[in-house]
């Protein structure tokens, strides 16, 4: 097998058996540690945390410890907060939140790290065009990485299946389901029962294992990896200072490309917010019960994590403004729908065409903004990578911020705006790649071939 693309398939895989435990943890925070709203809280704490993380630890931990180590001990900081769910409280999950947090920015920056410079490194050999393998590189990481989604809501559907209990829910409440709803907590009428200690613990237990698994595979099989302007700027330049390296992100947003991506970015934590929190909740849960939301999440990470792998083949034939295009279509018209639907228990088959549309949708938002990323900012990776997980982290902020604050018709004017200022901010990008580089937009990879000052180096 050709060796980057087995370090490939030991990051995608590395990357399933963690999110498999934490996406699973993540979906069920609320509804296990409902009491004084400790699990919404962690979350909020989690995403805060984030950011702070993704404002300067990334260029540090990767040039310090290589994108490997980073990528291993990052994973660390999950398992710890698995192993705080086993006695949830304000002093456990509270800090463990923040351990994942901090972790959280260095692990993606590392991964979008370690994948452009595996592109770049295999293009140059083969003499291929450097985008084209970046973007199947992050076709092939999403498609086993969303399958995370899959696995993990199985698991704690089939545990907690033992414990659920079906409830027939009155015309009067399905009255509040949807985008006109009555801010009510539909939870406690429509839920399962409540699962015992011991099931609890015993899918904590599996989902720690999967943590534990994930970073052995790492740090066992996982080949390091540098680029050639890392090597120069280690024999050029001396560590940066704390400041400058925590000046790095900020400093990025001196590009007029970054800021006008910000939008597009925090769109992205925006309609994975939506999806996870208010059509779960408003929609499925308030229409069918929670012991449907597994099921209909399950919908949503198989067609994502297939349609990743296939729009990261074809993005080299249609390029990435038709997919961003389709990406925005198939956004627009969900939320337009959403907006008008009132759902209902006899029409199944709908609560599930639209997390499969949504899985769509996201799957280019994620392969193809990605791509961009490390296209656009080839000689700033760390920080580019940086910037976009602190600006997403904002969007699922705000997000959960004022989810139970707002009905959800508002919160999808909301999305759909968003959606619209993203799309216009992205034209202005693809003009200016247009105009810097006529014939060949995406080859800025070949400006600023000096030797990177110390005020810039990542």
Same mark, same amino acid.
């Given at each position: 097998?050709?060796?980057?693309?087995?370090?490939?398939?030991?990051?995608?895989?590395?990357?399933?058996?963690?999110?498999?435990?934490?996406?699973?943890?993540?979906?069920?925070?609320?509804?296990?540690?409902?009491?004084?709203?400790?699990?919404?809280?962690?979350?909020?704490v989690l995403y805060a945390a984030l950011i702070l993380s993704s404002m300067f630890l990334p260029p540090i931990l990767i040039k310090k410890l290589g994108c490997k180590w980073t990528i291993t001990g990052s994973m660390c900081c999950y398992i710890a907060f698995s192993l705080g769910n086993f006695y949830a409280s304000w002093y456990t999950l509270i800090p463990t939140s923040v351990i994942l947090g901090l972790g959280g920015a260095p692990l993606w920056s590392a991964k979008c790290t370690y994948l452009t410079i595996a592109g770049n490194s295999y293009a140059e050999k083969?003499?291929?065009?450097?985008?084209?393998?970046?973007?199947?590189?992050?076709?092939?990481?999403?498609?086993?990485? &969303? @399958?995370?989604?899959?696995?993990?809501?199985?698991?704690?559907?089939?545990?907690f299946s033992q414990a659920s209990t079906k409830v027939e829910i009155s015309e009067e409440n399905l009255a509040c389901c949807g985008a006109y709803d009555c801010m009510t907590?539909?939870?406690?009428?429509?839920?399962?029962a409540e699962p015992s200690n011991s099931l609890i613990y015993t899918l904590l237990g599996i989902y720690t294992a999967s943590g534990v698994l994930a970073a052995l595979l790492i740090a066992i099989f996982l080949d390091e990896i540098?680029?050639?302007?890392?090597?120069? $700027?280690?024999?050029?330049?001396?560590?940066?200072?704390?400041?400058?390296?925590?000046?790095?992100?900020?400093?990025?947003?001196?590009?007029?490309?970054?800021?006008?991506? =910000?939008?597009?970015?925090?769109?992205?934590?925006?309609? &994975?917010?939506?999806?996870?929190?208010?059509?779960?909740?408003?929609?499925?849960?308030?229409?069918?019960?929670?012991?449907?939301?597994?099921?209909?999440?399950?919908?949503?990470?198989?067609?994502?994590?297939?349609?990743?792998?296939?729009?990261?083949?074809?993005?080299?034939?249609?390029?990435?403004?038709l997919l961003f295009a389709l990406a925005t279509v198939t956004n627009t018209t969900c939320i337009i729908a959403l907006l008008l639907w009132k759902p209902h228990p006899k029409q199944l088959a709908v609560f599930f065409i639209f997390p499969a549309?949504?899985?769509?949708?996201?799957?280019?938002? &994620?392969?193809?903004?990605?791509?961009?990323?490390? =296209?656009?900012?080839?000689?700033?990776?760390?920080?580019?990578?940086?910037?976009?997980?602190?600006? $997403?982290s904002f969007g699922f902020v705000?997000?959960?911020?004022? @989810?139970?604050?707002?009905?959800?018709?508002?919160?999808?004017?909301?999305?759909?705006?968003v959606l619209v200022l993203s799309m216009v901010t992205y034209g202005?990008?693809?003009?200016?790649?247009?105009?810097?580089?006529?014939?060949?937009?995406?080859?800025?990879?070949?400006?600023?071939?000096?030797?990177?000052? &110390?005020?810039s180096s990542m």
């Open positions: 097998m050709e060796r980057n693309l087995k370090n490939v398939l030991v990051i995608s895989f590395g990357f399933l058996l963690l999110f498999t435990a934490y996406g699973g943890l993540q979906n069920l925070q609320s509804s296990l540690h409902s009491e004084e709203g400790l699990g919404v809280a962690s979350l909020s083969a003499e291929k065009n450097g985008k084209d393998i970046i973007n199947q590189y992050f076709g092939v990481f999403f498609l086993i990485f &969303q @399958s995370s989604g899959i696995w993990g809501n199985l698991i704690s559907s089939l545990i907590d539909t939870s406690n009428t429509t839920g399962p540098k680029s050639d302007q890392a090597e120069t $700027e280690k024999e050029i330049l001396e560590t940066p200072s704390f400041w400058s390296t925590f000046l790095a992100t900020f400093q990025h947003l001196k590009d007029k490309r970054q800021c006008l991506l =910000i939008p597009l970015t925090m769109y992205s934590g925006f309609e &994975q917010g939506f999806l996870s929190g208010d059509y779960t909740k408003t929609y499925v849960t308030c229409a069918l019960g929670i012991h449907y939301v597994g099921y209909v999440m399950i919908c949503f990470s198989a067609v994502n994590s297939l349609c990743s792998l296939l729009f990261g083949k074809i993005s080299q034939f249609t390029g990435r403004k549309l949504w899985g769509l949708s996201d799957a280019i938002w &994620q392969t193809q903004t990605n791509g961009l990323y490390g =296209i656009l900012f080839e000689k700033h990776k760390e920080a580019a990578f940086a910037n976009y997980r602190l600006w $997403e705000i997000a959960f911020g004022y @989810s139970t604050k707002l009905q959800v018709y508002i919160k999808l004017y909301i999305l759909l705006s202005a990008v693809e003009y200016l790649e247009a105009k810097s580089s006529p014939g060949t937009p995406t080859a800025t990879k070949k400006e600023n071939v000096e030797p990177p000052t &110390q005020e």
